[in-house]
Antibody
């Protein structure tokens, strides 16, 4: 079945850019939306954004100025860059897949997260 | 931005008994297509979250039928008909109508 694996540096210095990659295995990245979610230590979930396999993106307004998502269909990977990080960006970062349920009578679908990666811890510290 | 508010934030439960979690949104989650754009997720201890309910009341594949979602407009409820020990963890609602926003989470633990 489809599995997701996050990878990237576990330690990032303040003011630098956090970069993470999610590798999709057991299935194709094509045809799906892919998301990033994070969870600060001991806190709840925060949605960061999603990217369609074609490259269309949608970001959390509170992070939009610092977030860039990208996709590499040839590698079956998608990536996240978060610039100008501070200690508040310390969190477990999850990648996830959104699956679509067609909405009858329309040309679009309802999307929910059906597969999550195991998460990777990123600490922002000098 | 749509703000999601869950209650209670902590819920001690007795196995075999029912349990209920409330989720309220700062604005209606009813889409013009008639569906409510609200999901429920469970994060078991030490694990990634997993979907329970999507579109307000649809159980995801493999989710036991003791879990049910209901509600409309701005008020939604997740019910567990008979709690089992394996149901412990933090439950999150998430609106999907405008961008996405999670509730604060409700920690369910066995009494």
């Amino acid at each position: 079945q489809v599995q997701l694996q996050e990878s990237g540096p576990g330690l990032v210095k303040p003011s630098e850019t956090l970069s993470l990659t999610c590798t999709v295995s057991g299935g194709s990245i094509n045809g799906f939306y892919w998301s990033w979610i994070r969870q600060p230590p001991g806190k709840g979930l925060e949605w960061i954004g999603y990217i369609y396999y074609s490259g269309t993106t949608n970001y959390n307004p509170s992070l939009k100025s610092r977030v860039t998502a990208s996709v590499d269909t040839s590698k079956n990977q998608f990536s996240l860059k978060l610039s100008s990080v501070t200690a508040a960006d310390t969190a477990v970062y999850y990648c996830a897949r959104l699956t679509g349920i067609p909405v009858p009578g329309t040309s679009y679908s309802y999307h929910y997260i059906d597969i999550w990666g195991k998460g990777t811890t990123v600490t922002v510290s000098s | 931005d749509i703000v999601m508010t869950q209650s209670p934030l902590s819920l001690p439960v007795t196995p075999g008994e029912p349990a209920s979690i409330s989720c309220r949104s700062s604005q209606s989650l009813l889409h013009s297509n008639g569906y409510h754009y609200l999901d429920w997720y469970l994060q078991k201890p030490g694990q990634s979250p997993q979907v329970l309910i999507y579109k307000g009341s649809n159980r995801a594949s493999g989710v036991p039928d003791r879990f049910s979602g209901s509600g409309s407009g701005t008020d939604f409820t997740l019910k567990i008909s008979r709690v089992e020990a394996d149901d412990v963890g933090v439950y999150y609602c998430m609106q999907t109508l405008q961008s996405r926003t999670f509730g604060q989470g409700t920690k369910v633990e066995i009494k």
